[in-house]
DNA sequence: TTCCATGCAAACTTTTTGCAACGCC
DNA sequence: GGCGTTGCAAAAAGTTTGCATGGAA
């Protein structure tokens, strides 16, 4: 409920384990920005017992660490990144769909926030949103409720 | 699970209620961004025995009908805002809250966007990320976990 | 009178956590 | 062998939904 920063700010002591490799290796196989439960389920195909808890534990551990990124995206479902440089990226809003915006700009705004607001300004998260090619009503075709 | 848009495409008919009512004056005359709890608790203070559902239903349907706008926030819950007018906002990284940056910016950076992927691309939401003056370590003061 | 909206409670979805067994270092 | 990790299952937390009743229009 309440965001806590640092859940493993001493970071102790990290054992190499095959279930944090795959975990690992196949976030940064795809392209596509998946959900804790996709990445269990990729990673199933590989270490049958693992189990979501596991997964998520993972990826909180290496969000923690650095090597991948937990994203800041609008919506119900956390998402993760391979790349763990904050760089934008795009959503869809019919399903829900991520991507990264092959474009980079260098606005960095927190200077002018940090003058209007009392908030410590730390960072800026630039989402955009629209409708993926294949949500998009190529011709006519769609599916509604 | 998957976004669905227009939940109340046709919106039928909307009768008056007094739930609706005091739902909508209740988010109107706060400046903080209230989860839908939070907004719950307030307006039990004037009917009593209203319940989530019903101002989960109702936020829902003022947020189609663009009278209020359900904010598209990163972090775990949802919070809604008086103002349907697209804003920037700030998180705090320490305790959730969400203020609005009295600060606008034109980077209208969508065309550029547009551009360089293959969605069709509606919407930019920036938001920004810090830590609120009730969470900044005044002198020396913290509580942890 | 109609049928949208409500209250209540149960169901759902997503994420977190307790615990004993396991296995890396 | 110590202690970080795992699998399993139960618990949390947040949101949605089914249903009979209630109340605008």
Request: one cysteine or more.
């Amino acid at each position: 409920m309440v965001p806590n920063m640092q859940k493993h700010a001493g970071l102790a002591q990290t054992r190499t384990t095959r279930q944090r490799q795959v975990i690992l290796e196949e976030l940064r196989q795809v392209t596509c920005h998946p959900t804790a439960d996709a990445i269990y389920q990729r990673v199933q195909a590989r270490i049958p017992r693992i189990s979501l808890g596991t997964v998520y534990r993972n990826l909180d551990l290496l969000s923690a660490q650095g090597q991948i990124q937990r994203l800041e995206i609008a919506g119900s479902q956390m998402r993760f990144d391979g790349n763990a440089a904050p760089h934008p990226h795009i959503r869809c809003l019919e399903c829900g769909a991520v991507a990264d915006v092959p474009c980079h700009f260098d606005v960095l705004l927190t200077d002018a926030v940090q003058a209007a607001t009392d908030f410590a300004v730390l960072g800026q998260i630039i989402e955009f949103t629209g409708i993926c090619p294949a949500c998009q009503p190529e011709t006519c075709l769609r599916q509604e409720a």
